[in-house]
């Protein structure tokens, strides 16, 4: 059910977003084919602060679209997906929570030890390198 919901959304956004750009490109008075070098920099400088405008528009539209489908998505994940993720995968954490601490706090003191020892050749690397730019 989900995968379908899902796939409509996808077709739905492709040909919406295919729509809207013919829709736009056709407008009269749009585009038009220039026959010099001339006239396509007149064109060019004609366009170029109208750009910003025009993505201003398309971002607010398409915030909009993304906003609607990001919380149907949470929707559905809030409703079906979570309550079962949380089903099978809450006792599995909880089970193996100890040994996951204990390899955390493991790994936090290898790293810890790694940094004592690793960072002075690292500083000295760096040290070597900014004396590099200097020549």
């Known amino acids: 059910m989900i995968k379908n919901i899902l796939n409509f959304i996808i077709i739905f956004n492709i040909l919406f977003f295919g729509f809207y750009i013919s829709v ?13 070098v001339d006239e396509a920099k007149t064109m060019g400088e004609g366009i170029l602060p109208q750009v910003p405008d025009i ?8 915030y909009g679209i993304l906003k609607n ?13 979570n309550p079962q993720v949380n089903q099978y995968v809450a006792p599995v954490i909880q089970k193996e929570k100890p040994q996951l601490k204990n390899s955390f706090n493991q790994e936090a003191k290898e790293m810890g030890q790694s940094i004592k ?8 690397t760096i040290s070597n390198a900014i004396k590099g730019l200097g020549k």
Do not use: C, H, R
């Open 117 to 124: 020892t690793d960072m002075p050749g690292v500083i000295q």
């Open 55 to 62: 993505l201003k528009s398309i971002w607010a539209d398409t």
């Open 69 to 81: 489908i990001f919380n149907v998505l949470k929707n559905i994940w809030n409703q079906y997906l």
């Open 24 to 36: 736009y490109a056709q407008e009269p008075g749009i585009m038009q084919i220039p026959n010099s």
